[in-house]
């Protein structure tokens, strides 16, 4: 079966990510067409990129390196769960992408962005470029929420029934796209 993986995208102290990605987890467990695990960047305490080598090689010499290869090549697609900081993405999320290339490619990748202004739109556009880069499938659907009007006092999410009807359409179409892309991890 499918295997797709819900990107905790943050590693901040008092992040809210946790929240959503699992609202994301909890919407996509009720789904019989894929199996969906959360992954929580913060819990592969990976440091600032220290590959000698080119991840494209896939020589790599660090074991925490090695453990996050292994986790994102076990997994056939993903749905990304970013705020977004300073008109981008987290540092520790592009640091983590950046870790590994081919484990990434010819996958299906959604996204689902929050912030205080634009409900992340900008990192998730951002976060659109650099899967591209390492030849990750960006599907069109894509959730965004607000700080500002999804969450009680900026603390507690209150998914509405809008969400939940994208992130449908979103899960939908990452596994539908991981499914087409099948035959290109195999070869």
């Known amino acids: 079966m499918t295997s797709i993986g819900i990107i905790l995208g943050t590693t901040r102290p008092g992040r809210v990510g946790p929240q959503i990605a699992e609202w994301v987890q909890k919407t996509a467990s009720g789904r019989e067409d894929a199996d969906f695990q959360l ?65 990434w490619n010819n996958k299906a990748a959604g996204f689902v962005g929050y912030g205080s202004q634009v409900s992340g739109a900008r990192a998730v556009d951002h976060l659109r470029h650099i ?31 809008r969400h939940g009807v994208a992130l449908q359409q979103l899960l939908t179409e990452v596994i539908t796209w991981t499914e087409a892309l099948a035959p290109l991890r195999r070869a």
């Open 39 to 103: 992954v929580d960047i913060a819990d592969y305490a990976l440091p600032l990129f220290d590959e000698s080598r080119s991840p494209r090689m896939g020589d790599y010499e660090h074991d925490h390196t090695r453990a996050w290869a292994a986790k994102i090549d076990e997994l056939d697609g993903f749905v990304f769960v970013t705020p977004e900081y300073n008109r981008s993405i987290p540092a520790a999320l592009k640091n983590a992408i950046d870790f590994v290339y081919n484990e």
């Open 131 to 161: 899967a591209g880069a390492v030849q990750l499938s960006a599907v069109p659907t894509q959730v965004h929420v607000s700080l500002a009007t999804d969450f009680e006092q900026y603390t507690t999410f209150k998914p509405t029934e």
